[in-house]
């Protein structure tokens, strides 16, 4: 029995492993069970499903597990729900040797099923194939190591067997993006009815990298996971899932076909691998973050001509040259574009576009401040031209640190930022520049 007492686990008999089982037990996405070690793997998938969804109700109907013979690699897992007077009880029959995956597909399902049947009546509901799928593709990239254990090898009384997990970036897709680049995003009616009409069943490659970027949208929709626990949490009080999904996502959909919509531009937005210099864009992940923080500007012989070039300032020449009704709204739109981006980013270059917006957060909020004559009584403002020579600093050290890393990445040699065309004059609200620090009168732009 585990810790909270809600799993058990056992092994009415054993049979010794032919030698082709045992040996597939020790390739990657595989795992011989151990009984003991099982019910720390069921705790443990439990605890970090309550992690990532913000919560759960405490454990209720007992989950019997029962580790069976393996007879091929491929065996499935088989779940059985009985209604009784005092609630459920569920039964899920776990060969000896299973893939990896599978036996998370099994856990995720009997856990999220006795939580959405407390309110069933006698009838066990069902859940859909991308929540399950999803979700154990999810817990897999995120924990794997942390959540399945091969049985210690070792002759002795007591076998020790260490695990090192490093963690340097946090990107649950890492695994699915070749899959999906490969062979593109599932609709979502082909995850609604996996199998049915020519689509992809529910055990493919790609549907499961389909279900786990589905499950990656949904939690970053406003309130996400509160609302997938109350799709769960509500489940069995309608016929169908799409109905208690709605209900759930109220706030964010009111027709399917909304839901339809909004998956269509989740999918035409998903950028397969966003660390390849090849990505999308003919840029990589560090020239995306670059092109980010540039402004666009148009370039025009004189006021009275049309645009003859378009081009990308940066941020400093913005400070620096325009006026302040100019800079605001090119500054939030930079904002705006790092937030955006900064989704689909590595942790690494998640933390530098974090800096630039925090850089740019607080120019916005302190300009009009200082532009103010009279301060509030006890109120420290800076002065204007210290606030830009502040930023400034700042964004050049920024640039600094953007540059050092594309030319790590092997995406563009290390260098000045590109210059712009002296055979046109750019028309801008040029009131001087500040080169180094500011003394006394010091010109700044207004």
Not at 192 to 221: D, K, M
Request: hydrophobic share 45%; aromatic share 6%.
């Amino acid at each position: 029995m585990s810790h909270s007492g809600q799993f058990l686990v056992s092994q009415p008999f054993s049979v010794k492993l032919p030698a082709d089982l045992l040996a597939v037990s020790t390739n990657a996405g595989f795992l011989q069970v151990d009984p003991a070690l099982l019910l720390v793997t069921c705790e443990r998938v439990r605890q970090r499903l309550a992690q990532e969804l913000g919560g759960l109700p405490p454990g209720r109907d007992r989950v019997h597990l029962t580790v069976i013979p393996a007879r091929t690699p491929t065996d499935p897992l088989t779940l059985l729900a009985e209604r009784h007077p005092g609630g459920w009880t569920y039964r899920l029959a776990v060969p000896e040797v299973v893939q990896q995956r599978r036996l998370l597909e099994g856990l995720v399902q009997v856990m999220f099923l006795e939580i959405a049947n407390r309110s069933a009546g006698e009838w066990s509901t069902d859940l859909p194939a991308w929540l399950v799928a999803g979700w154990a593709g999810r817990l897999l990239a995120l924990a794997g190591e942390e959540l399945l254990f091969a049985p210690p090898s070792g002759g002795g009384p007591l076998a020790v067997r260490r695990t090192v997990v490093e963690r340097r970036r946090y990107d649950p897709l890492r695994g699915v993006r070749p899959v999906l680049e490969h062979h593109g995003v599932l609709s979502w009616q082909q995850l609604c009815w996996p199998g049915s009409s020519g689509n992809p069943g529910a055990e493919t490659e790609v549907f499961r990298a389909s279900a786990e970027l589905l499950v990656h949208e949904l939690l970053r929709l406003p309130s996400g996971p509160a609302a997938m626990t109350a799709f769960i949490l509500g489940r069995a009080q309608y016929l169908n899932w799409q109905t208690a999904f709605l209900a759930a996502y109220a706030a964010q959909f009111e027709r399917m076909l909304d839901v339809e919509k909004w998956w269509a531009l989740q999918v035409a937005c998903f950028r397969p691998d966003p660390t390849l210099p090849g990505a999308p864009g003919g840029t990589g992940v560090w020239a995306g973050l670059r092109e980010a923080v540039r402004v666009p500007v148009e370039v025009r012989p004189s006021p009275d001509e049309l645009p003859a070039a378009r081009t990308n300032w940066p941020l400093q020449e913005v400070i620096r040259r325009w006026d302040w009704s100019r800079q605001r709204p090119a500054l939030e739109a930079c904002m705006a574009r790092l937030q955006t981006l900064g989704a689909t980013l590595p942790a690494e270059a998640q933390l530098l576009a974090r800096a630039y917006i925090q850089t740019l957060a607080r120019y916005l909020e302190q300009r009009p401040r200082a532009d103010a004559s009279v301060p509030a009584s006890g109120l420290v403002r800076p002065t204007p031209a210290r606030l830009v020579y502040e930023t400034l600093d700042r964004l050049d050290q920024l640039d600094a640190e953007l540059e050092a890393n594309l030319a790590r990445a092997g995406q563009a040699p290390p260098g000045p930022l590109p210059a712009r065309a002296s055979a046109v004059r750019v028309v801008t609200n040029d009131l001087g520049t500040l080169p180094g620090p500011p003394e006394g009168g010091a010109s700044v732009p207004r």
